[in-house]
């Protein structure tokens, strides 16, 4: 049945664990720190760059599981990414937060974080910021954001067709990077002579 409701009605919200200092990468750690930093624009996470540390002791609730996404909560770019496999020991930090849906037989993960993401969204965050210097959305605003909740089956549709925007501009930037390497290949041939 399709409906509108409020996150906090369909979901759980967590704010990330606080770390009281600078964090130092270890190479050799195997707990992956998730950082605002590593909450990519395309709403993707960047595993390659995020933090290791060595393992410590962490709630559960401040770690992160398939499904669960991630919410970039500072900024300028206000967007959420989702976990989409099950990840070794990752942890999220603040001020990153968690929203794990809380019946996935009603609403789909992917599709919550695609919802998160469109213009709907986003005028609620751009109307509900805080700050002065950085700009902010806090844990009790973003659970009363209105959610579109359509029936299952348009949930996925609306997912895949989101995957398949997402393959044709990973498809596109790359044909745009080839047709620039044989650009520049093409002129340096001819400066020296050989085209």
Known sequence: ????????????????RPFRRKLEH????????????????????????????????VSDKHRVNKGDILFRSRG??????????????AVFASPLMKIEVNDREQVLPEYLNWFLNQRPSQAY???NRRGSVVMMISISTLSELPVFIPELKK?????????????????????????????LAILERTMKGEA
């Open 155 to 183: 949930q996925k549709g609306f997912v895949e067709f989101s995957e398949l925007i997402k393959r044709e501009r990973r498809t596109s930037e790359k044909l745009s990077e080839k047709r620039e390497k044989i650009s």
């Open 76 to 89: 300028p770019d206000t967007c959420s990414a989702i976990i989409e496999e099950e990840t070794e020991e």
């Open 125 to 127: 965050y751009a109307n």
């Open 26 to 57: 270890d190479s050799s750690g195997t707990v992956c720190i998730i950082q605002n930093r590593d909450i990519l624009p395309d709403s993707t996470i960047d595993y390659n760059n995020c933090l290791r540390l060595s393992p410590f002791d």
């Open 1 to 16: 049945m399709t409906h509108t409701t409020r996150l906090k009605d369909i979901a759980s919200l967590n704010l990330g």
